[in-house]
């Protein structure tokens, strides 16, 4: 806008006046953010419209009030990274590509002051450098950004990233940091990243005082935990080995990992970077139980950890041991998640062949699907499973699995899918199509379970459990002990006459009716939590206050899932006629309730919910 268009404007509206240098910013030619359309180009104005003539992407030659634009809309410097992405495309591309600490310098130098929030920042990076590839490219970027002299980083993102007038060494930097904190905590960080970013030849005086800060940090501070302390004695040791200092510290990392109970509390938490160095130091301080320790370690680890555990024990020549203990964990179901998810990532792998030759097995598969099911259970919301997501994501995986199978566990296994609660519906269909490839037959069983249109049942948590050991119980112990006794009955010579084999053969049949009862009641069920209950009325999760109409005696029960029933606790299913005649009514109902063959007659005097109760 020129001189005589923002004059007009103003004569209108004299209120404008003040927003006088804003308006003459609105040349044709400038660049803009707006704050619903994103980056534009202001093409040309519009006298007779008085409006601005503005392309948005998407929308060219896009009409704009000027007015409506002064809070809407940011005119932008011509050094600002957004123009010059446009204006210097190449240049640009080459910073992105090969220099992104340069990038980001130029960023800065195009803020007043040098200086803008971590967000801000993140937010025009992210679209000059595209938002695809932008997330991998910061992670990268924001290693040599921290190591630059001419850059203050942030540790929050409401904090600013600050372009320095006089370069500042990143061990300078940590030092000031260090000094500037009481933390033990950030100071055990800051310690490691002084470590790293140190100049071995030219180490400065201040790293003894950084030192001696450091141990006080670790022998006194009651802020950390034991992995913190660990960590924080390895750092402050490291340091003085850097220094020459040969001061023996209290307390020593031996000291700290003494007690063989607190281990695996300990290694729970230790940073990934420092778990090969902590079995090792394990190992030297209990020199005779490290192996056992190492075994009770990776029973409970997670993520890396289990990789770690497990070159540690191959390496200090326990690979027998550790087999035989695997497949003795599969068979006793202790092989939790973190273990199953290492064997099937591994299982191809030359340098672990003979350890899991033998648990590449039907069985393993079982596991799998037990894990994933019992991780669902014990989720309280929503989250990925890593176990569930390989099973989808290794097209084989099934079928290695499966490669020993008889049709008849495939179909046990692929039923025992169907009921699994970690699996989204179309996942289970993905998941049986493979099954099916290899058993055709097992397309009856998903014919049979898309032909039941039985009512879904809500059941407790806790009730599903127990429904679910029942059901294991009965496949994985009561069933195999009764083909045995059937087998050892049938050696008795002559069935027509031989009672045993007839009374197993009667056991066979209860149990596989229980069996097949149980995998329909499994299948109908969808575990609730009760917290979407309201006390509006009464539903599953409610509790209900009653008065019986003719002796005035008050009563309490909680309505709960269809397999929770403690009379003597007040607690009943709402599949009960108690408790389906308590459904849907509201406070002061009345309430008649048939009992046998009599009636009893309820007003309902107060509801509220069962899981502010617990």
Known sequence: MNSEAVSALI??????????????????????????????????????????????????????????????????????????????????????????????????????????????????????????????????????????????????????YVLRDVPVSAQDEILEQFNGTRSARRRILLAEELLDAADKKNLKTDLASILSGLADAVKDSNQIDASERLYGAAVRDDLAKLLGNETAFEPTQASLIANIRDLPAIAEKIPVQFQSRFLELVKETHPIEYRDIGFTLLKSSQGKFTTECINFLVENGHADELAATLKRWQTEQNLRAPVLLWVVKNRHSKKFAKLLNDLITPRLLSAIFFAIDYEALQASSARRIPLGDILSEDTDLISDLLSTADPETARDLANTLMLNQGFEELTKKSLLARFIKIFPGIQSLVAEAADSKEEQLLVSRESFERKRTEYETIVSKKIPENSKAIAAAREHGDLKENSEYKMAKQDQQVLMAQKSQLEKELARARVNDFKEAT????????????????????SRYTVLGAWDSNPDAGVISYKTPLGLAFLGRKLGDQVKVKLGSGEENYEITNISRYVDAK
């Open 535 to 554: 006390i509006d009325q009464v539903s599953v999760g409610t509790i209900v206050e009653v008065k019986d109409a003719k002796g005035g005696k008050t």
């Open 11 to 160: 004569a209108k509206n004299p209120s404008l006046k003040a927003a006088k240098a804003k308006l003459e910013a609105m040349e044709p030619g400038s660049y803009v953010i707006h704050r619903s359309w994103g980056f534009g180009h202001i093409k040309s104005y519009d006298d007779a419209a008085q409006k601005l003539l503005i392309d948005f992407k998407g929308k060219k030659n896009h009409p704009m009030d000027p007015t409506f634009c002064l809070t809407t809309m940011e005119v932008l410097p011509e050094k600002h990274l957004l123009v010059r992405k446009e204006t210097e495309a190449k240049k640009i591309a080459e910073l992105i590509a090969d220099d992104p600490v340069q990038l980001v310098v130029e960023a800065l130098q195009a803020h007043p002051n040098h200086a803008t929030t971590a967000i801000d920042l993140e937010i025009t990076l992210a679209q000059v450098v595209g938002e695809e590839k932008f997330k991998k490219w910061w992670s990268a970027a924001k290693k040599a950004i921290g190591k630059d002299p001419r850059i203050s980083v942030p540790e929050k993102k409401t904090e600013l």
